[in-house]
């Protein structure tokens, strides 16, 4: 991918999943890139990855609903890795399934917190490094369900549907700026449920892992993704191959979104 060589990439949410497979894709094509997680292990076995492959990387933690955090993230970037030119803004919570009116409000207010604000908040503190250079990159990772309903994922739709008319927002502001602004709508994607995971009993894990291959399997290509299947898309939006894409919503998701489904597998 042209025109990553040599850039910073910050990468939030990047300890594990789809973050770190976006990480280690932009170590590959030569960018510096700043892992951030709240979790330090899953952030440098990530940042080992990358140099195991011959890759700069290096760790932050930081909560992204933070505004300090999330303003030390970006100052780190700029000062061990020459200032972000690339921002993957990836960190998100699930949240608690439930209908609306089940929801406490504390539990809408963390999903909105992580997903939503820290998506705002890492952008606010990466942009005037990006207006000081005259040109900067953001991929924000929404989702298929912020296209679509989905049951009992009250919090969890409203943060990435408002992700995505974000995206386009800030499209518009920042087009006049050489900055480009794009999201990812992921689909079933394969990362074991990620740290969903260590919160369900083997038993609750299983059924878990048993809905999603099963919904997975009546999409049109019938199967999950690979996080480098994202990743790979996020590191094209970040290039120069790129380069006339803004404000551009890119589903990553098997087909799912593009098919009424009638509830049975085709296969």
Do not use: W
Request: aromatic share 6%; with cysteine; hydrophobic share 40%.
């Amino acid at each position: 991918m042209t025109g990553i060589s040599g850039k910073t990439a910050v990468v939030t949410g990047s300890g594990n999943g789809i973050g770190a497979a976006i990480a280690v894709a932009l170590g590959q094509a030569g960018a510096r890139v700043v892992v951030s997680d709240v979790l330090t292990d899953d952030g440098e076995k990530t940042v080992q990855t990358i140099r195991d492959a011959g890759g700069i990387a290096s760790f932050v933690a930081a909560d992204v609903s933070d505004p300090k955090d999330c303003a030390h993230l970006m100052e780190s970037a700029s000062t061990h890795a020459g200032g972000p030119d690339i921002l993957v803004n990836n960190a998100g919570v699930g949240g608690q399934q439930s209908r609306l009116h089940e929801l406490e409000p504390e539990d809408f207010d963390r999903v909105i917190d992580v997903n939503l604000r820290g998506t705002f908040l890492c952008s606010k503190y990466a942009i005037p490094y990006f207006l000081d250079k005259g040109e900067g990159c953001i991929v924000n990772i929404a989702s298929t369900y912020g296209l679509i309903g989905a049951p009992k994922a009250v919090a969890y739709c409203a943060s990435k549907g408002a992700i995505i008319n974000l995206t386009r927002q800030m499209a518009v502001d920042y087009g006049q700026d050489k900055i480009r602004v794009n999201a990812i709508c992921p689909g079933y994607i394969d990362t074991g449920l990620g740290r969903r995971a260590q919160r369900l009993t083997p038993e609750e894990l299983t059924a878990a892992t048993e809905i999603r291959e099963t919904a997975a399997g009546m999409q049109p290509l019938g199967r999950q993704a690979q996080p480098f299947e994202v990743a790979s898309v996020a590191s094209f939006l970040a290039s120069d191959a790129a380069s006339f894409m803004t404000g551009s919503i890119v589903p990553v998701d098997g087909g799912c979104t593009t098919t009424f489904n009638y509830g049975k597998a085709s296969n």
